[in-house]
């Protein structure tokens, strides 16, 4: 074999690496419309000589802007610069490293002026230098003619002080000669709507919203008509996503009762997982809940809220799904003749059959591509799919490649908790979303590092979620925290997030768990909830309040929707986690943006402590003006600051600088 | 743009990394004939049944190998392997995953026949799957039929018993269905000789060896034939490479004298750095250390003891240099019509004149070319090359791609001491091995994260050679450590390092710097030195014996040849450091060869700490037999060991597990 053929070729001028990049070029990288996006390169070349950076950036549209690039960190030849991208669509990049002739000349002709060392020669240099400009840059040859002129005209440090004070930089960078230029491979970022990487969510079951108890105990479902009223509640705490557990016919062979029994009755709902039977399966909108327009009203009823809905997608069946019948071969079939019921082992799902993908790839496909474009066509351009983990990753990357292809406006959310590499498969698949380990990171050590890997490992391609529950998660944390812990968990979700979201009850404090179950006692999932918000609110047992406060924050500081700017800083204490986000004046309309989050995180204390400030990444000197955005309580700041915090009173400051 | 033709199709069982890999396969991997690679993959599939991974290894003759891969540590889906290159050439590999049916099988037929559940099923599943085996597999399908009718020949636990009784294990590894099978990109791995990667070098100036000085001080320099009787003093050290700088005509014009100044006379012999002069330029053997075939004879000399010559290859000219004349282009022409020299402003360097690569790229390539492939007829098959990194990088990259081409046996040497980007990037363009950092890593805790660096992060691009001084190099640990230091490092070095060099008076504890320097005073690169290494050694003065020692420990002791292998233990004291190379006998020719190295890295102090070691890499139980290869001594050790080393007598144990 011919090694020669196989290795890259170097570059007269070396970029050994660029980024954004995912695994080498193999995925583009993820931005969406407002992100802020770090650019950046290794380039150097041999010897002492100057070297100059651009990115060469080619917007959706095709139009390629050169943007100068600024060295990194000393000794690790970086080369960085931020840009904001705003377009929806795919961005493409290269790296241009070029001989800065002008800047080394610049340099040594200052060294040796000084040092009193080669000083005609050096205007002789200059002079010849500026020549060359001259011949590539017709129009400013004039100019070029009068400072190569200048330099000869008086004794050395007097030509070259003359030349400086009438700008020669300026017009050298105006001309620049750009000889050796090299550049890099050509690598993607793709660029979604804002919603796809920031925003904030809320869940709740449409049958809850309006259901009715009557004196008997008999319940009429809530349905698409009756939770209209509940969009309200949504939108006063300023929510941007509702995301609605499945809509469809519930199975009724083996069905769920309360808290996940097997002996439901008739009166059970059954759980929505569960989809599916004579009266439809995917594509149709459970009866209880309402007719097709009724879902429709509903959608365009948050649409003009401001609130965009979430559907689920949940690829699996009940027994009495029509698939079932249609398509026997999208199932397993076992040895016996029967169909593979949800398994295990030992344990088993009988109210559920799995797809089987393998046995008809395309007609299984086709018919998920049917479903989603259905419901796109009803509106909805957000689905939470459920278990994505369970389905082979090369199928969710076909469909959303080709659901994106035609309405790339479309987000699908992955609901996965597994191991980190089918995590990041996903992403790399093309959620544009992800559910993440956020919940079960709670303590400031685990929760520093888990933010870190999120605003900056893994930004590229996984875009976190951080939800501070959901039907299938009460983490022990908010079973055995009492309200502070819901206090501190939506006051970091909620600034730490780019995405955050939470389902409805926790604003109730809800915290009671299934004995021995992660989840809520009376799990929605298998029953109706009469929940009471607005006496709650009046009583003062209501989190909404500060769910509201935390939302308006969100909207009112642009830096709070970034991913990757989050900075985490030192504490003296064990429990107090600070970190800060910023964002320039260039890249927050006008106005330069920064806050500053200080939360203790054990539920049970009063802590004090020492916060030290990283003053460069807050872009401040010490001395500063903070204004605590949940209190109104105005502090003057340094690199090192006293703190206390209550978690039974406040367990947070929201800081933000006063420029 | 098209963002679907711009992902990497995902396929059926993810395949998300691979390695050995170099910047996402840009350059092939690097390995030694002899190295023990680590091959490695992370693959996984949705839900719960299992997949087998395999690596097709095809070898430079172009036979393919299956070798089945292991899982790694739990939750990183990682799939590990470890095989030995041995031939030299290009190998390529591929990663292959599958659907394990047979693995799910009966994972889950023994978590149910436990439970109690779904058993006759079972065995129908079984039945079923060894049906589909016997298709595949004719030549097995009388035993594959036997066993399916024995999983049915009577009650499903007993019957299963037998079957596994009987052998259904080993029949299905024999008979895999690799249903779903996914194969990953193809990688390169580069395969060098061992020297590339693994052996110990010696330096000496020839023209000392054997030089004399008569009654009224005039030198007459040594040369090639004098030099041949320093040939066994080089082997009886036990080195590999004899490496010697510049061998051609030194220049006049601005000649350096003794301790690099710049008055130097007649007498001074000069740099060997600043070549060329009237007698000749690169392709020319000094006239004062004889002929070319002088020069043949000392290569034939050595290379009958075992001993390979290292040349020196430093592209740059005195001003005597025949270039200058015949290629004036291949230079710096300043504005003022003169040559330009070396500088570093406002430093000047008068005797040097550098090439200006970009002139006339095609000449000076084509020359160079000519000036190594001169050399290597004369059987020099290892270049050191002298500051590659104030050369182009591509340059490099085209020399050593077009001498390997048709001389796959060469080795270049970078002699690069700079930012890291360089020195991996000279790496990548193809130099065999790297002087590196080890000079100035010299206690425990720079030593333990720069072996691990080097030995893991960048073994696949990056082959350190581990220097304990050079004529450049004269570290203030071996100016201020004494006695002692010396044995430390070399120590070290030889154990640590799977390459490790010294320069000549090394082993004579010469240790008196210039002042201001970092480097012997008297320097060798501007005089010559007349050294006594006999009556050194008769007078109980001299580390050759410990150097003879070491490079007899590491041609016993195959482990300590492997750069890849090296893992770091923990020791409570700081400045006690501890490391190990194990490898299994498949790799160690039979015998299992496992060294731990405990070294006291203080050489003003005597130490004692405990030793705590991890068992699990050095794949051995408490209470294993090591012997001190240095001291003859045999102890009795487990997880945790007192140590006791005293500088000034024996600072290090050099332990060989017996077993």
Known sequence: MNVESKSFAIGRIPITKTWPSVDGGLFPAKAFSGEVIEFGAIAFREGHDAIAVDLLLTDPKGKTQRIAMHPGRPGLDQWLTKVQLTEVGTYSYQISAWDDEFATWLHNTEVKLKAGVDQELMMLEGQRLLGKMAVAYPKQKKDLIRFAELLTAKAPKEAFEDAMAQGLVDLASATPLRSLETLSESRLVYCERTLAGSGSWYEFFPRSEGAQKDKTGKVMSGNFKTAVASLDRVKQMGFD????????????????????????????????????????????????????????????????LGIEVAMDLALQASPDHPWVKTNPEWFTTRADGSIAYAENPPKKYQDIYPINFDNDPEGIYQEVLRVVRKWISFGVLIFRVDNPHTKPVSFWQRLITEVNAKNPEVIFLAEAFTRPAMMHALGKAGFQQSYCYFAWRNHKDELSSYLKELSQDSADFFRPALWVNTPDI?????????????????????????????????????????????????????????????????????????????????KENPALRQLRNLVVHHSDDSEILVYSKHLTAEHAEGKENTVIVVVNTDPHSVRESMVHLDLQALNVAPGFKVTDLITGASYTWGEHNFVRLDAFTEPAHVLRIER
Chains 1, 2 share one sequence.
Do not use: C
């Not at 399966?281 to 879902?295: A, Q, S, Y």
């Open 241 to 304: 996503v509702l995301y609605l557990p499945p809509v469809h016919p519930i199975g009724t062979a083996h069905k769920k009762g309360k808290n996940n029994t097997l002996d439901a009755s008739e009166a059970d709902p059954g759980s929505p997982w569960a989809i599916g039977n004579t009266a439809g399966g995917h594509d149709t909108i459970h009866p209880d809940l309402g007719t097709e327009k009724d879902f429709k009203d509903f959608v365009k009823a948050a649409n003009k």
């Open 474 to 554: 009460l983490t022990e944390y908010l079973q055995f925290g009492g309200k502070p812990a819901f206090k501190i968990r939506a006051t970091i979700a909620a600034t730490a997030g780019a995405t955050w979201g939470m389902y409805s009850g926790f604003e109730l404090y809800e915290s009671v768990a299934r004995p021995g179950a992660e989840e809520n006692i009376d799990n929605e999932k298998y029953e109706y909830k009469f929940r009471d918000f607005e006496g709650a609110l009046k009583a003062g047992n209501s989190l909404a309040p500060r769910i509201t406060l935390l939302n308006q924050i969100r």
